[in-house]
């Protein structure tokens, strides 16, 4: 599977959109792009996931790069609750491959 | 909306006691999944389970882990002979379809089981 690249930690006002990046510049064609996120020790929660399009849902957009060597997580109007870490996961859609492996991922804080 | 449960949510045991840690996964959902956290690290895959035998394990997930599904509800994980470094936050998750379908595969996590060995 591709390795990704976050930054360890950004910030973010309360109300503005926050843009998460994630680096995964040897992603091959079978391979989706995960997003999930960690709020304090809860279980990890699933957030948005997608091959090449953008994709949009009640909680993100995912926009991932025509050569989708990079991806983009936008949370359009960040919230005190959205304070999490947020790791991008690249996984290969095929047989039994049904596990998701996670980084560090990106601590983001969203300040009042 | 439907979710996973996990019991206990705190189990405290000695070193080499055996522990079950206890999952109920979403009703419909055909796959499940064991992960740990230890304390400040990341997020690590143990083992993956489907049409009741395992379908892909990580090398974390020795002779002294085991899953089973005992039952059409429950899904647990049992440890054998219980470590001090087996100490950890213990996730189960479930999902509907696996990854390997053309990138279906949300997990649904549970709370979690806060492992403590002394």
């Known amino acids: 599977d591709a390795k990704t690249t976050q930054p360890p930690s950004m910030d973010c006002a309360e109300g503005r959109a926050a843009n998460l990046p994630c680096n995964h510049s040897?992603?091959?064609?079978?391979?989706?792009v995960y997003w999930y996120r960690q709020i304090h020790s809860q279980g990890p929660q699933y957030i948005i996931h997608g091959l090449k399009n953008n994709e949009t849902n009640e909680m993100a957009s995912l926009i991932i790069t025509e050569d989708r060597k990079s991806s983009t997580l936008i949370l359009p109007h960040a919230t005190l609750r959205d304070t999490a870490v947020y790791y991008c996961i690249v996984r290969v859609a095929m047989g039994n491959n049904n596990d998701m492996r996670f980084g560090a991922g990106t601590r983001l804080t969203v300040k009042p | 909306e439907p979710e996973v449960t996990q019991t206990p949510s705190h189990q405290v045991t000695q070193m080499g006691q055996e522990v079950i840690l206890r999952c109920v996964p979403i009703?419909?959902?055909?796959?499940f999944y064991w992960y740990r956290q230890i304390l400040g690290q990341k997020v690590e895959f143990l083992v993956s389970?489907?049409?009741?035998?395992?379908?892909?394990k990580s090398e974390i997930f020795d002779d002294q882990f085991s899953v089973e599904r005992p039952d059409g509800s429950n899904f647990t994980l049992k440890i054998r002979s219980t470590k001090l470094e087996d100490s950890a936050m213990y996730f189960c998750?479930?999902?509907?379809?696996?990854?390997?379908?053309?990138?279906?595969?949300?997990?649904?996590f549970g709370p979690g089981t806060r492992l403590t060995v002394l």
């Open positions: 009703s419909n959902h055909l796959y």
């Open positions: 998750a479930s999902s509907e379809m696996g990854v390997g379908l053309a990138g279906a595969g949300e997990q649904f």
């Open positions: 040897t992603i091959s064609g079978n391979e989706y």
């Open positions: 389970f489907y049409n009741n035998e395992i379908s892909e």
